[in-house]
């Protein structure tokens, strides 16, 4: 009997050690259910002279951004039906003159601010044309950098309507900034 017991002992300890489900490798993926885009406008920027073909505008925002957003800007470049027309930054407006000027509308940003850079190559200077710097209306679009399961079937962010529809931005709540 003492030599069974010790057997029987290991016999039902394998039993319930061998029957726990240790499933580890499942990994759950919560949804975020409280991540949304926002935006706002940018009327009139006052742009810094860098030199006679660079101006900058920068913009500080009033909370930091958290890592995993991203900022995408738009240019209104006209309308149509009386509705804003929306190019995604960066942008490149070919001058129509025998030098084959170009004008670059350029951004970058961290997550305390932003910097639209306006370019002129080869020889056009911005010192003496600045309808292409001034008076320019942007929109600034903070939107998250993942979106879950959905990450790969993502909007198409050169589509302005579908990023707006996407991430459920209400263009009358859009404020201007300046």
């Known amino acids: 009997m003492r ?55 920068t913009n500080e925002f009033v909370d930091p951004l958290v890592e995993s957003d991203v900022v995408l800007i738009y240019m209104q470049t006209g309308t149509s039906n009386n509705s804003p027309v929306w190019k995604l930054m960066p ?39 600045p309808t292409y710097y001034s008076g320019k209306r942007f929109r600034v679009v903070v939107v998250p950098a993942k979106t879950g399961k959905n990450a790969s079937a993502a909007v198409d962010h050169n589509d302005y309507n579908a990023v707006i529809k996407f991430y459920g931005i209400d263009e009358s709540k859009i404020k201007v900034k300046n």
């Open 3 to 57: 030599k069974i017991l010790p057997i029987l002992t290991l016999a039902f300890a394998s039993f319930f050690i061998y029957s726990c489900d240790n499933n580890d490798d499942e990994v759950v993926q919560i949804e975020d259910q409280d991540t949304y885009g926002i935006a706002y406008d940018i009327n009139n920027a006052n742009f810094t002279r860098i030199n006679s073909t660079l101006y900058q505008y």
């Open 91 to 129: 942008y490149t407006f070919y001058v129509n003159n025998a030098n084959d000027d170009n004008i670059e509308y350029t951004f970058d940003f961290s997550k305390f601010d932003i910097a639209i850079n306006v370019n002129s190559t080869p020889t056009l200077n911005l010192d003496s044309n």
